[in-house]
């Protein structure tokens, strides 16, 4: 891998000059890409390429990249975002499924020699193992304008396997940005995941005529940036997204309902467990913040 410290001087200061530069950066045009190639975008694989160079700009400033960066993209379509990581980071893998396009990218940004071209479903491949191998161990960025149809199953992903990344730039659903934002009242089982492993901010606005083709929803730029330390401790996980996901089960009903029917336990015990973690029995699992699950884990009864 290529550091920025190995460049003789000059070269180290437009680097930085290009890393920290807070323009729009310059953006490759998907639909002559496409045409060039006699190719379509494929919607069933979640191709919304990215045609606005301020909307680039916001996942790239989101994204703090140090020219020392190694970085994971996921899904990089035409290379619209891809030509941008490579001048700001140190290394990138980009892991694609569409094979043709793989082989787009190999012809217009084959010479770049920090940047790393695989093909594969994110969901199935071992990233982490790969980024290793082609970039050198050590903490990494992810960083996508992610497929809609897997966000939720990415994210999760992303925030539970380890090693955890540092930080998690992603262009999502404008609706799923919001959720994933959330606080007490709104709260979801994708809220509570995101805020258990990360401090989530939602960082612009991104609407649907910045895509070729226009999506039907807007988007926003999402980023996470992933908890060094767990948050609780001493608790398990498991049991703590279990007892949530039984809470969360039966949204309509108060927790005392909820969780009694889903962890199948006796009335009056899931109402002495709440009334010790200071919850009134009425509460809906949407209210309920980080700290409260946390406490509930102490007092119910393990299973
Ligand atoms: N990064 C490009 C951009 O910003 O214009 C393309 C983004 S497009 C929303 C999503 C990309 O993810 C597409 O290129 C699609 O083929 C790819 N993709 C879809 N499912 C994938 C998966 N399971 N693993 C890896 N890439 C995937």
């Given at each position: 891998m290529r550091t920025a410290g190995d460049e003789p001087s000059g070269w180290w200061l437009i680097y930085l000059a290009v890393a920290t530069s807070t323009e729009s950066p310059k953006i490759i045009d998907p639909r002559d890409v496409l045409r060039r190639h006699g190719l379509r975008a494929n919607k069933a694989l979640g191709q919304n390429f990215l045609t606005d160079a301020s909307a680039l700009g916001a996942v790239l400033d989101a994204a703090e990249l140090e020219p020392e960066d190694r970085v994971l993209e996921i899904g990089p379509g035409v290379g619209t975002l891809t030509a941008?990581?490579?001048?700001?980071?140190?290394?990138?893998?980009?892991?694609?499924?569409?094979?043709?396009?793989?082989?787009?990218?190999?012809?217009?940004?084959?010479?770049?020699?920090?940047?790393?071209?695989?093909?594969?479903?994110?969901?199935?491949?071992?990233?982490?193992?790969?980024?290793?191998?082609?970039?050198?161990?050590?903490?990494?960025?992810?960083?996508?304008?992610?497929?809609?149809?897997?966000?939720?199953?990415?994210?999760?992903?992303?925030?539970?396997?380890?090693?955890?990344?540092?930080?998690?730039?992603?262009?999502?659903?404008?609706?799923?940005?919001?959720?994933?934002?959330?606080?007490?009242?709104?709260?979801?089982?994708?809220?509570?995941?995101?805020?258990?492993?990360?401090?989530?901010?939602?960082?612009?606005?991104?609407?649907a005529g910045s895509f070729v083709p226009q999506p039907e929803v807007d988007s926003a730029v999402l980023q996470l940036k992933v908890r060094p330390e767990p948050l609780f401790p001493k608790i398990s996980m498991e049991r703590y997204f279990a007892i949530a996901a039984a809470g969360f089960g039966q949204k309509r009903k108060g927790l005392l309902n909820s969780l009694a029917s889903n962890l199948h336990l006796p009335k009056a015990v899931v109402q002495e467990a709440l009334r010790a973690a200071g919850i009134e029995p009425l509460t809906r699992a949407q209210q309920l913040g980080l700290e409260e699950w946390a406490r509930l884990c102490d007092t119910l009864p393990a299973a």
């Amino acid at each position: 891998m290529r550091t920025a410290g190995d460049e003789p001087s000059g070269w180290w200061l437009i680097y930085l000059a290009v890393a920290t530069s807070t323009e729009s950066p310059k953006i490759i045009d998907p639909r002559d890409v496409l045409r060039r190639h006699g190719l379509r975008a494929n919607k069933a694989l979640g191709q919304n390429f990215l045609t606005d160079a301020s909307a680039l700009g916001a996942v790239l400033d989101a994204a703090e990249l140090e020219p020392e960066d190694r970085v994971l993209e996921i899904g990089p379509g035409v290379g619209t975002l891809t030509a941008e990581l490579v001048q700001r980071a140190g290394c990138v893998l980009a892991i694609e499924l569409d094979e043709t396009l793989v082989g787009v990218l190999c012809m217009e940004l084959g010479d770049r020699p920090s940047l790393h071209l695989a093909h594969g479903d994110i969901l199935k491949v071992p990233y982490q193992r790969m980024l290793a191998d082609t970039c050198g161990a050590g903490s990494y960025k992810v960083i996508a304008n992610l497929p809609y149809y897997i966000t939720s199953h990415v994210l999760r992903l992303l925030l539970e396997r380890e090693p955890k990344p540092e930080t998690i730039v992603v262009m999502v659903q404008k609706e799923v940005a919001e959720r994933a934002t959330a606080g007490p009242g709104a709260m979801s089982l994708l809220s509570l995941s995101v805020q258990t492993y990360s401090q989530a901010q939602v960082m612009a606005q991104v609407p649907a005529g910045s895509f070729v083709p226009q999506p039907e929803v807007d988007s926003a730029v999402l980023q996470l940036k992933v908890r060094p330390e767990p948050l609780f401790p001493k608790i398990s996980m498991e049991r703590y997204f279990a007892i949530a996901a039984a809470g969360f089960g039966q949204k309509r009903k108060g927790l005392l309902n909820s969780l009694a029917s889903n962890l199948h336990l006796p009335k009056a015990v899931v109402q002495e467990a709440l009334r010790a973690a200071g919850i009134e029995p009425l509460t809906r699992a949407q209210q309920l913040g980080l700290e409260e699950w946390a406490r509930l884990c102490d007092t119910l009864p393990a299973a």
